[in-house]
């Protein structure tokens, strides 16, 4: 299995969850999978989902993804734009690259 198609999952779960209340509350920015208005990107942002076999693959994304939208908040990003997933052995992490837009 190529990580193209699970990535595109990826892409798709990222920007549904954005819709989700308290994803949103836990940081200020929002998860897009295209840019739009006016944005300058601040750079790569990496988040982890780490755990072992009694851990899911939803959960260690949604740590995933909680710990990509802190890093972009951290840069003062109002969106990011999921890139990639990577599956490592008690490992998932999430690429994006941060941006502020208007």
């Given amino acids: 299995m ?3 198609p699970r990535s595109s999952i990826v892409l798709a779960a ?3 969850a954005a819709c989700r209340s308290d ?4 940081a200020p920015v929002s998860m897009t999978d295209l840019r739009t208005g006016d944005c300058v990107s601040l750079g ?3 988040g982890f989902g780490v ?3 009694h ?3 939803d959960m260690q994304l949604d740590w995933a993804r909680s710990d990509v939208l802190a890093r972009a908040a951290e840069l003062g990003a ?5 890139v990639s997933e990577r599956i490592e052995p008690n490992r998932l992490t999430l690429e994006g690259v941060a941006y502020r837009c208007r």
């Fill in 51 to 53: 755990g072992g076999s």
């Fill in 2 to 4: 190529t990580t193209a």
């Fill in 44 to 46: 790569d942002v990496q």
């Fill in 78 to 82: 109002t969106h990011v734009v999921f």
């Fill in 14 to 16: 990222a920007v549904l």
């Fill in 23 to 26: 994803v949103a509350s836990r």
């Fill in 55 to 57: 851990v899911s693959h």
